[in-house]
Protein backbone atom coordinates (compact mmCIF):
# COMPACT_ATOMS: atom_id res chain seq x y z
CA UNK A 1 0.00 0.00 0.00
CA UNK A 2 1.16 3.33 -1.17
CA UNK A 3 2.64 6.35 1.62
CA UNK A 4 3.59 8.92 2.38
CA UNK A 5 4.28 9.82 5.90
CA UNK A 6 5.18 13.85 6.53
CA UNK A 7 7.07 14.30 9.72
CA UNK A 8 8.83 17.73 11.03
CA UNK A 9 6.15 20.72 11.47
CA UNK A 10 5.49 22.77 14.88
CA UNK A 11 5.88 25.79 16.02
CA UNK A 12 8.18 28.70 15.32
CA UNK A 13 8.64 31.65 15.90
CA UNK A 14 9.38 34.61 12.82
CA UNK A 15 12.68 33.66 11.38
CA UNK A 16 13.29 30.22 12.54
CA UNK A 17 13.75 27.17 10.67
CA UNK A 18 12.15 23.89 10.44
CA UNK A 19 12.52 21.05 7.97
CA UNK A 20 9.56 18.63 6.91
CA UNK A 21 10.30 14.89 5.51
CA UNK A 22 8.10 12.83 3.34
CA UNK A 23 9.03 8.94 3.29
CA UNK A 24 7.63 7.20 0.76
CA UNK A 25 6.65 3.32 0.81
CA UNK A 26 4.49 0.90 -0.35
CA UNK A 27 5.38 2.31 -4.52
CA UNK A 28 6.23 -0.62 -7.52
CA UNK A 29 7.71 1.78 -9.25
CA UNK A 30 9.27 5.13 -8.48
CA UNK A 31 7.06 8.34 -8.90
CA UNK A 32 8.03 10.87 -11.36
CA UNK A 33 7.92 13.87 -9.18
CA UNK A 34 7.44 15.04 -5.25
CA UNK A 35 5.83 17.82 -4.35
CA UNK A 36 5.25 20.28 -1.25
CA UNK A 37 1.61 21.70 -0.75
CA UNK A 38 0.39 24.14 1.75
CA UNK A 39 -3.47 24.62 2.73
CA UNK A 40 -4.92 27.26 5.23
CA UNK A 41 -8.65 26.36 5.98
CA UNK A 42 -11.31 28.18 3.52
CA UNK A 43 -8.56 28.97 0.83
CA UNK A 44 -7.34 26.31 -2.06
CA UNK A 45 -4.23 24.33 -1.62
CA UNK A 46 -1.26 26.75 -2.65
CA UNK A 47 1.85 24.76 -4.24
CA UNK A 48 5.06 25.38 -2.54
CA UNK A 49 7.79 23.38 -3.90
CA UNK A 50 8.24 20.26 -6.34
CA UNK A 51 11.10 18.60 -7.50
CA UNK A 52 11.57 15.65 -10.84
CA UNK A 53 13.37 12.79 -8.80
CA UNK A 54 15.12 11.73 -12.11
CA UNK A 55 16.84 15.30 -12.86
CA UNK A 56 16.63 16.80 -9.51
CA UNK A 57 15.54 20.17 -10.72
CA UNK A 58 13.80 22.01 -8.38
CA UNK A 59 10.67 24.90 -8.81
CA UNK A 60 9.46 26.89 -5.99
CA UNK A 61 6.89 29.32 -5.68
CA UNK A 62 7.55 33.17 -5.69
CA UNK A 63 6.56 33.27 -1.81
CA UNK A 64 9.19 30.59 -0.70
CA UNK A 65 12.38 31.39 -2.98
CA UNK A 66 15.44 31.81 -1.29
CA UNK A 67 13.75 31.00 1.99
CA UNK A 68 12.87 26.76 1.03
CA UNK A 69 14.80 24.33 -0.38
CA UNK A 70 13.44 20.96 -1.29
CA UNK A 71 15.41 17.86 -1.96
CA UNK A 72 15.45 13.73 -2.43
CA UNK A 73 17.48 11.25 -0.69
CA UNK A 74 16.50 8.38 -3.07
CA UNK A 75 18.36 5.77 -0.79
CA UNK A 76 15.52 6.89 2.12
CA UNK A 77 12.70 7.18 -0.58
CA UNK A 78 12.48 10.98 1.14
CA UNK A 79 12.11 13.80 0.20
CA UNK A 80 12.46 17.32 2.27
CA UNK A 81 11.59 20.58 2.59
CA UNK A 82 13.62 22.79 4.64
CA UNK A 83 11.71 25.90 5.19
CA UNK A 84 14.66 29.19 6.75
CA UNK A 85 13.58 32.58 7.81
CA UNK A 86 10.37 31.63 8.22
CA UNK A 87 7.48 34.16 8.16
CA UNK A 88 3.92 33.95 9.75
CA UNK A 89 1.79 33.32 6.23
CA UNK A 90 3.66 30.74 5.99
CA UNK A 91 1.49 28.69 8.64
CA UNK A 92 -0.59 26.06 7.25
CA UNK A 93 -1.02 22.73 6.99
CA UNK A 94 1.73 21.14 5.13
CA UNK A 95 1.33 18.30 2.36
CA UNK A 96 3.79 16.14 0.80
CA UNK A 97 2.44 14.31 -2.90
CA UNK A 98 3.63 12.42 -5.45
CA UNK A 99 3.00 11.77 -9.19
CA UNK A 100 3.67 9.90 -12.16
CA UNK A 101 4.05 10.93 -15.57
CA UNK A 102 5.29 14.05 -17.22
CA UNK A 103 2.68 16.40 -16.89
CA UNK A 104 2.43 17.02 -13.04
CA UNK A 105 6.06 18.82 -12.23
CA UNK A 106 5.71 21.27 -14.93
CA UNK A 107 2.41 22.16 -14.09
CA UNK A 108 2.87 22.04 -10.09
CA UNK A 109 -1.53 21.31 -10.56
CA UNK A 110 -2.50 19.36 -7.28
CA UNK A 111 -4.96 17.51 -9.60
CA UNK A 112 -1.75 16.07 -11.09
CA UNK A 113 -0.62 14.44 -7.85
CA UNK A 114 -2.52 11.18 -7.35
CA UNK A 115 -0.95 10.10 -3.70
CA UNK A 116 -0.79 12.60 -0.99
CA UNK A 117 0.12 12.59 3.01
CA UNK A 118 -1.67 13.12 6.04
CA UNK A 119 -0.19 16.70 6.41
CA UNK A 120 1.58 18.23 8.84
CA UNK A 121 1.04 21.64 10.51
CA UNK A 122 3.35 24.61 10.70
CA UNK A 123 2.65 27.14 13.09
CA UNK A 124 5.01 30.70 12.38
CA UNK A 125 4.46 33.67 15.10
CA UNK A 126 5.44 36.71 15.30
Known amino acids: QVQLLESGGGSVQAGGSLRLSCAASGYSRSPTCMAWFRQIPGKEREGVARIYLGSGITVYADSVKGRFTISQDNAKSTVYLQMNSLKPEDTAMYYC???????????????????WGQGTQVTVSS
Open 97 to 115: AAAFGVTACPSGTAAYFIN
